[in-house]
C-alpha cells in the first residue's frame, strides 16, 4: 500500500513570498490532516479535512494561511505572505473516518526556511 | 492546554537494554493516547495505542503503561536496538474529530 505523498520535499523563499505544498492521501482515507512541526516540537494540527470539507481549522493562522481539498482526495496548503516564523516541516496525514480510526499515517513532510 | 517543548528530553541506552519513555499528558478527557516514532526527515510512524479504558498493552517489544491518577504514560521497549533510535511523541487523541495533540518529544540514542 502506498504512503501519504508530499512534495516538495523541501523549500526556501524568502518572507513575504508565497509557497504552496502538496499532499496525496493513502487511496480510501477520508481524513486529511495538516501539521506543523516547529524544529524540537511535536507536531501542531492546522486542519483537518473530511472528504472536501473542513472538520476543525482552529489553529489555522487564516490570514496567512489556506488548505483545500478539491474532490475529497489531494489537498494543497498555501501560505502567503510567509513570515521567518513559518519555517517549519509541514506534514500531511491521513486515515480512515475520524470516529472510526485513530490511527494516522504521515507523510514525509515539506521542510520549509523562510529567509 | 496544549505541551510545547523547547527543549527535547534525551535518553541515551546501551544495545540490548531496555528503555522507558515517559510522558505527562494534559487533559483527562482524552480518548485514546499513542506512541509515534520520528526518525530524522521522516514523518510519524504510529507504533502502539492504548485506550482510556487501560492500563497496559503490550505489542511486539513494546509495553505502553498508562497512569490515569497522575496524567501519565509511559513506554517501554525490551532490547532497545540501534533502530529505535529516534524522536519519540505520545499523543493524546480527542472527541469525535480524533485531534491529536503531541507532547514534547524524547530523543532516544542507543549506543552500540
Known amino acids: 500500500e502506498a504512503g501519504v505523498a508530499q512534495s516538495p520535499r523541501y523549500k526556501i523563499i524568502e518572507k513575504r513570498q508565497s509557497v504552496a505544498f502538496w499532499c496525496n492521501p493513502i487511496?480510501?482515507?477520508?481524513?486529511l490532516y495538516w501539521y506543523q512541526q516547529i524544529l524540537g516540537q511535536g507536531p501542531k494540527l492546522l486542519i483537518q479535512?473530511?472528504?472536501?470539507?473542513?472538520?476543525?481549522d482552529s489553529q489555522l493562522p487564516k490570514d496567512r494561511f489556506s488548505a483545500e481539498r478539491l474532490k475529497g482526495v489531494d489537498s494543497t496548503l498555501k501560505i502567503q505572505p510567509a513570515k521567518l516564523e513559518d519555517s517549519a516541516v509541514y506534514l500531511c496525514a491521513s486515515s480512515l473516518v475520524g470516529h472510526l480510526s485513530y490511527e494516522q499515517y504521515f507523510g514525509p513532510g515539506t521542510r520549509l526556511t523562510v529567509t | 492546554g496544549e505541551s510545547v517543548g523547547l527543549h527535547l528530553p534525551t535518553l541515551s541506552v546501551q544495545e540490548g537494554d531496555n528503555s522507558i519513555i515517559n510522558c505527562a499528558y494534559s487533559n483527562s478527557a482524552s480518548d485514546y493516547f499513542i506512541w509515534y516514532k520520528q526518525e530524522s526527515g521522516k514523518g510519524p510512524q504510529f507504533i502502539i495505542d492504548i485506550r482510556s479504558n487501560m492500563d497496559k498493552r503490550q505489542g511486539q517489544r513494546v509495553t505502553v503503561l498508562l497512569n490515569k491518577t497522575v496524567k501519565h504514560l509511559s513506554l517501554q521497549i525490551a532490547a532497545t536496538q540501534p533502530g529505535d533510535s529516534a524522536v519519540y511523541f505520545c499523543?493524546?487523541?480527542?472527541?469525535?474529530?480524533?485531534?491529536?495533540?503531541f507532547g514534547t518529544g524524547t530523543l532516544l540514542a542507543v549506543q552500540p
Open positions: 479535512f473530511q472528504n472536501n470539507g473542513v472538520v476543525d
Open positions: 487511496s480510501g482515507h477520508a481524513t
Open positions: 499523543a493524546e487523541s480527542r472527541g469525535a474529530t480524533n485531534k491529536l495533540i
